[in-house]
């Protein structure tokens, strides 16, 4: 091996070395700044904690616990909805709701929806509605049918929440007080950009 072919191949496994730590630092560079862009994008459990006092009028400890069980479940929402439902049932029943999506990434806009439920109650309430979203990649793709997954009923001290998803997109609704009645119900939620009559 002559003189010249050392130095070139020394200078090779250099320059090979210094590329991969070039290569690495930049990798994790990359994940950092996706990871603060995705943390920018989505609220914290601080925020929406805040934002659901705010909504309801009322602080109390089973807000508080249901809004923790979400975060510990599903971890970051990119967006929410405020709203008002109202739901009738002898048996199979239907619910009509209508609110506002906000995300920190766009403005605000109205969204109504309705669906048909199945449960072992009957009557009429109203409730208001404070629901998390996730994984929401824009405002088109909610208008959707989102039902419940199955098991995912829960209530925390008058707090009732429950999951519903489609696609990637998890929907987290939770009411509290009159509107718990709802909550027992299986069914669906169907987002419309329109009021519309027919729960289906």
Not at 36 to 45: V, W
Not at 77 to 97: F, H, L, Q
């Amino acid at each position: 091996m002559t003189q010249i072919y050392r130095s070139f191949l020394g200078a090779f496994l250099a320059l090979a070395v210094l590329a991969a730590g070039v290569s690495k630092a930049a990798a994790q560079e990359a994940t950092e700044e996706a990871t603060e862009e995705a943390t920018e994008a989505t609220y914290s459990e601080d925020e929406i904690l805040s934002k659901a006092k705010g909504f309801f009028g009322a602080t109390t400890e089973g807000l508080a616990k249901a809004i923790e069980k979400v975060f510990e479940d599903q971890g970051r929402p990119n967006a929410y909805i405020t709203g008002e439902e109202v739901s009738g049932a002898i048996g199979i029943g239907a619910r009509y709701g209508e609110g506002t999506l906000n995300q920190k990434t766009g403005a605000a806009r109205k969204v109504y929806w309705q669906g048909p439920t199945v449960g072992f109650d009957f009557g009429a309430d109203a409730s208001k509605m404070f629901i998390l979203i996730y994984h929401l990649p824009d405002v088109d793709s909610l208008f959707q049918r989102f039902p419940a997954i199955d098991g995912s009923f829960y209530f925390i001290a008058g707090v009732g929440v429950n999951y519903q998803q489609s696609g990637d997109i998890i929907q987290v609704p939770i009411r509290t007080g009159v509107g718990l009645r709802a909550g027992i119900n299986v069914g669906y939620m169907h987002y419309t950009r329109k009021f519309s009559w027919i729960p289906l």
